[in-house]
């Protein structure tokens, strides 16, 4: 099972990557979840998160980032370092990205992250059955990206 979610998101990042549209400026989605009683199946604690992501302009960033969940429906930190720094170096600092974002989670451990707007839009979430794992998926139109993150 965590191999095929792997796999689709996988090939969401690459259809993205030849992908020849116009880019679009649209604001970002709402989802909610159905239901917001398992917050604590999000376990607490700091993961480590692998992230593809792609733009529309076909460039690919590569990121680390480091997540910290409370277990209660908040995201207490979220920082990032990846190779898209143009500097000429291959990787830019680690930079806390927000400190304020919050999650829901439906019964079937499906939902959402929603960081502050100054961030970005929405990450759909699924919390591995063990609860030690996390994958989300980038909702932000013009860009696909999707990331592996495991409780450290």
Request: aromatic fraction near 10%; hydrophobic fraction near 35%; proline fraction near 4%.
């Amino acid at each position: 099972m965590r191999r095929t979610v792997f796999l689709i998101s996988l090939a969401l990042v690459l259809a993205m990557l030849w992908r020849n549209g116009a880019e679009v400026n649209a604001a970002c989605p709402t989802p909610s979840c159905a239901t917001n009683t398992n917050v604590g199946d999000f376990l607490p604690g700091t993961y480590g998160c692998t992230i593809v992501s792609t733009r529309s302009d076909g460039s690919v960033h590569v990121s680390l980032a480091q997540m910290t969940s409370d277990g209660l429906g908040n995201i207490t930190k979220f920082a990032t370092v990846d190779n898209s720094n143009t500097s000429g170096t291959t990787f830019s600092t680690w930079t806390t990205q927000f400190t304020t974002g919050t999650y829901c989670l439906n019964t079937d451990d499906t939902g959402y992250i929603f960081p502050p707007a100054s961030f970005g839009c929405p990450f759909a979430i699924f919390i591995d059955i063990s609860g030690f794992e996390v994958r989300l998926l980038d909702s932000t139109q013009t860009r696909a990206g999707a990331a592996v993150c495991e409780q450290q």
